[in-house]
Structure formats: C-alpha cells, structure tokens
C-alpha cells in the first residue's frame, strides 16, 4: 500500500515509508470521507491469523488529474476526525460527463 501511494502521489509521499501511517474508513464510504461525514482509523496491523486483502480490495482507483493540479486529500487530526465542516461535493456522474460520454471510437 506505501509503494502504491509513493507511485501515485510521489510529491506528497515522495520516498516516505516508516514514517507514512494508513488509515481507514469502512468500505464504500469514500464520497462520505470526502465530504468530512465520517472518521478515519488509524490501522494498527493485521490481527493474528488474519491475511492482506487483495489490491482490488484496497480502494486504489488512480486519480486523474493536471500536474498543475493539487492532489486532493482527507484531511483529518491525530484522532482521524475530519478537519474543516461537512461539505457537500460538487460532483457529476461518468454518464453526464462529456469526456466519458463523447468517447471517440475505438481504433480498428
């Protein structure tokens, strides 16, 4: 999970490794993270017996965006609650938006 982060995000995590914590929110719940509804939890560890989930389980969807462009981060206290007011995201779905609707046709 550091390496994915250091790969997707290298001018935040840049070469951090021990010193990077992970937190969690429970799953499905990253527009409510978002939009400072709800807490994270710092992870301690895998108990005993227990295994990592699988990377598709991790909630790595790459983000998009212009270099120019500050990546967007939840921002929490030491506690894992949000810092700053609920807020409600300005968002649209893939459907209504034209860069995914107008899609060009595949090449043959």
Excluded: Y
């Amino acid at each position: 999970m550091k390496a994915h982060a250091r790969l997707l995000l290298p001018e935040v995590f840049g070469d951090a490794d021990e010193g990077m914590e992970l937190w969690l929110a429970p799953g499905d719940t990253e527009l409510r993270v978002a939009q400072n509804e709800i807490p994270l939890t710092r992870w301690s560890g895998l108990p005993d017996g227990d295994s990592m989930p699988r990377a598709a389980e991790c909630g790595f969807d790459p983000e998009i965006r212009n270099p120019s462009e500050e990546p967007f981060a939840a921002k929490r206290d030491v506690d894992g609650q949000p810092v700053g007011a609920r807020f409600k995201a300005q968002f649209e779905p893939p459907e209504r938006i034209s860069e995914f609707v107008d899609l060009p046709p595949p090449a043959a």
